[in-house]
């Protein structure tokens, strides 16, 4: 059972990572889609436009501590959504699970201690042996051990919970980096002639034409 919520862990660590390269920017405004009127100002209403669109942090966090899944609908990774449940969903299952074994161990530990054989009948039939043939130690033993997975599946679920709200974080913090085709970056041959060194330069081109380079000797 441990190994299988290790198992959950990981899954989910390693699916972030793999999609974690797939996140695009979604504040990229068109230029050609806005076309100012003559005489009159649009800058404010270019950046309120920007503001409204803009998914911060600060939402993102909040949605998935109320709802699982509703920070990553917020960032419209809506793809994440089945997996969240899905840890989520299996780690409560396992709980519930937990809750019953425990449930009729304790009775079938009380039966034997209190000496009830009326109750006999009501014991669960795996651990009627139990109690016949006086298995107190063992019944005691079981007990502790499922309270302790009881206890394992509650941090785990707690942990799905609060991955759910990081992951949901970190998206909304990359959706604010520009990562749109007016970034790149050009690599040319440089020449110094004041000190007659040569050289590489790094070109990075910001949103058309702003180019800032970088020497390399």
């Known amino acids: ?40 100002d649009t800058s404010h209403a270019v950046k309120d436009s920007v503001i409204k669109k803009k998914r911060t942090p600060h939402g993102a966090a909040i949605r998935s501590a109320i709802i699982p899944g509703w920070g990553q609908a917020y960032n419209k990774k809506y793809w994440k959504i ?15 699970y937990n809750i019953k074994q425990y449930r009729e161990i304790e009775f079938a530990y009380k039966t034997l201690v209190n000496n009830d054989s009326a109750n006999f009948v009501n014991v669960a039939p795996g651990l009627q042996d139990f109690v016949k043939y006086q298995a107190t130690n063992d019944l005691f033993n079981a007990r502790s051990e499922v309270r302790q997975n009881i206890d394992y599946t509650v941090l785990v679920f707690l942990g799905f919970w609060g991955l759910n709200v990081v992951d949901a974080v970190v998206d909304a913090h990359l959706s604010n980096f520009d990562v749109g085709p007016d970034v790149t970056m050009k690599i040319k041959p440089r020449f110094d002639p004041f000190t007659a060194r040569t050289g590489l330069s790094l070109v990075f081109d910001l949103h058309k034409g702003k180019s800032q380079p970088l020497a390399i000797p």
């Open 82 to 96: 089945p997996i969240v449940y899905g840890a989520l969903g299996t780690t409560a299952a396992i709980f519930a």
């Open 1 to 40: 059972m441990n190994r299988f919520l290790i198992f959950l862990i990981s899954f989910l660590l390693v699916t972030q990572m793999a999609f974690s390269q797939n996140r695009q920017d979604s504040l990229v405004v068109q230029n050609d889609s806005i076309k100012p009127k003559t005489g009159v």
